[in-house]
């Protein structure tokens, strides 16, 4: 498949319109992509992020509470905001399809930064019915963006809570600058989805997939008492200088994880991801990671060699379930389907959430 020679995004991505140079319409400039970020917002974000890290101290039980799931990002910004910000963190995981590396990950970090950590194990039952019932009825987007987008806001929503019960005015989450898509946040979570919006999937209630138990899972600002302080949720690595090749030596010299096996992304990703990307490479024939990837090698914050190299040999093992792509046939055994189940049956936003006007 050709792909743009300077981003290396494939021509299969929507608008990508590869010319006969070999050049994308985004590496042109004809189109912008969703992930770029103007340099004048950033600094702005930069200027009220140091403001935030600034005010936050002494406010609650801890200053900041970090998501943290095992990756060399979240790794790197609580060990950050610690020693270099000298923050009192908390440290947040929900364990649920955390691979062995990541808990590795996790359990070497913490011992060497040495911060309060809290786990939380859901309900296995719980996800993997909404996760069987999430890939046979995908929306539009795909699977990728389907689980991750009902998925997040669990994990998302159990920080939240937690912040609130702890008085915890800010939530700092390991996002990389396109993460999470940025029609749903760049940089912040606006206050009114914090404050207003009810997080619970419309598309699982409409359908009769979830109890009025299992709606209680998800986040719902409405539930609390009127003058609750709801936490600022915040990406900081939208609003620094973010260099993802950096990130993974620093953890690596750190100490943070064991070796730089454990600081790739590719070892660290969660199992069921293999499967969301097989499912996306057969509906749309390019990995759904592509776009997000190409936007951090056209911002010079990802190396494209590394890319070059990795991205065929990623989607030869997602394709083909071999190697670390195995675990796209564990995951369909552990939710007990199989690849004719991976259905696309709902249109955009099906479930996601509605903003209160």
């Not at 009769?208 to 209680?216: A, H, K, L, P, S």
Request: proline residues 7%; neutral net charge.
């Amino acid at each position: 498949m050709k792909s743009c020679k300077i981003c290396l995004l494939p021509e299969k991505v929507p608008e990508a319109n590869i010319d006969s140079t070999g050049i994308c319409s985004f590496c042109r400039g004809d189109k912008k992509s969703d992930y770029a970020v103007n340099e004048q917002l950033r600094q702005e974000w930069k200027k009220d992020l140091e403001k935030a890290l600034s005010e936050c101290k002494g406010k609650g039980e801890y200053d900041c509470l970090v998501p943290i799931s095992g990756g060399k990002d979240s790794l790197y910004l609580a060990y950050k905001l610690k020693y270099e910000y000298g923050l009192k963190v908390l440290g947040y995981t929900t364990n649920i399809s955390i691979p062995d590396i990541a808990q590795e990950n996790i359990k070497r970090c913490l011992s060497k930064i040495d911060i309060r950590h809290y786990s939380d194990s859901p309900p296995e039952s719980f996800y993997r019915k909404i996760f069987s019932y999430l890939l046979k009825n995908q929306e539009e987007r795909g699977a990728v963006y389907t689980i991750s987008y009902v998925y997040a806001p669990l994990f998302e929503g159990d920080a939240i809570k937690l912040a609130i019960e702890k008085n915890i005015p800010l939530i700092l989450a390991g996002y990389s600058p396109g993460q999470p898509e940025p029609e749903r946040m760049t940089y912040e979570f606006s206050r009114k989805l914090i404050c207003e919006t009810d997080w619970t999937p419309p598309g699982l209630i409409k359908d009769n997939v979830i109890t009025d138990e299992e709606i209680e899972l998800f986040y719902n600002p409405h539930k609390y008492p009127k003058g609750t302080n709801f936490p600022r949720y915040l990406a900081p690595f939208h609003a620094w200088d973010y260099n993802q090749d950096e990130v993974m030596k620093f953890v690596v010299e750190k100490g943070l994880v064991q070796s730089k096996k454990h600081a790739n992304p590719i070892y660290s990703n969660y199992p069921i991801n293999w499967l969301l990307m097989y499912s996306d490479l057969k509906f749309f024939g390019y990995n759904p990671y592509h776009p997000e990837f190409s936007q951090l090698i056209r911002d010079g914050k990802a190396s494209r060699v590394y890319w070059k190299i990795m991205t065929p040999i990623v989607n030869f093992m997602i394709k083909n379930m071999v190697f670390l792509g195995k675990d796209a046939k564990k995951s369909m055994d552990w939710l007990g389907i199989n690849e004719k189940d991976l259905k696309i049956t709902k249109p955009r936003g099906y479930y996601d959430p509605e903003l209160p006007s």
